[in-house]
């Protein structure tokens, strides 16, 4: 568990410079703001639910922004077993430090707290994510992001013929342990 717990909140110390809030999402209805965990549909990719998430944090709803940022990383894990690239992966990083290392201190922290008690108490997010089902996107971000994202093996930038559901089973019961 003590891995699961650092997995998830190292990158929230570590700081950049780089705005997140940018609008390059300006027009969807579900950019610059706080989700609530109704609105999270597995049409989100990680990356969108990592910044909701962020602006979760800013307006002080603690439990909603841990509940987008724990889809958002079994998300991003899920992608990244699916991105025949395998050098993508580290977008997941880039992203936390980018949408989370700006936000106040005692914020973050406030955060890391309430993040360390679900992670404690699983059952409701594994519940919650097996309702929501599997991703159900194209992870452009982490294609985008990868080294070599598109070969003769996989033009569209995926592992040929991947078992969603098998990864997705992989993603919560062994990456997240949910039981």
């Not at 990356?47 to 990383?73: N, P, R, V, W």
């Not at 992001?145 to 969603?164: E, F, R, T, W």
Request: net charge neutral; hydrophobic share 40%.
């Amino acid at each position: 568990m003590k891995g699961i717990v650092l997995t998830f909140l190292v990158p929230l110390v570590l700081w950049s410079a780089s705005n997140p809030f940018e609008e390059e999402h300006a027009s969807e209805p579900w950019s610059n703001r706080c989700l609530e965990r109704v609105e999270i549909v597995n049409k989100l990719s990680a990356d969108l639910l990592f910044a909701s998430s962020a602006y979760c944090i800013q307006e002080e709803k603690y439990d909603q922004a841990a509940d987008l940022y724990l889809t958002a990383t079994a998300y991003g894990y899920f992608d990244s077993l699916r991105v025949a690239d395998k050098s993508a992966r580290s977008v997941l990083d880039t992203l936390k430090v980018t949408y989370f290392s700006p936000l106040d201190a005692k914020k973050r922290d406030r955060f890391a707290s309430v993040l360390r008690d679900k992670l404690d108490h699983l059952a409701s997010t594994c519940h919650f994510l097996e309702s929501l089902g599997k991703p159900n996107y194209m992870p452009h971000y982490m294609i985008e992001a990868a080294k070599n994202p598109l070969s003769q093996k996989s033009p569209n930038g995926l592992v040929p013929n991947y078992n969603a559901k098998a990864l997705w089973d992989e993603t919560r019961l062994e990456y997240l342990r949910c039981r």
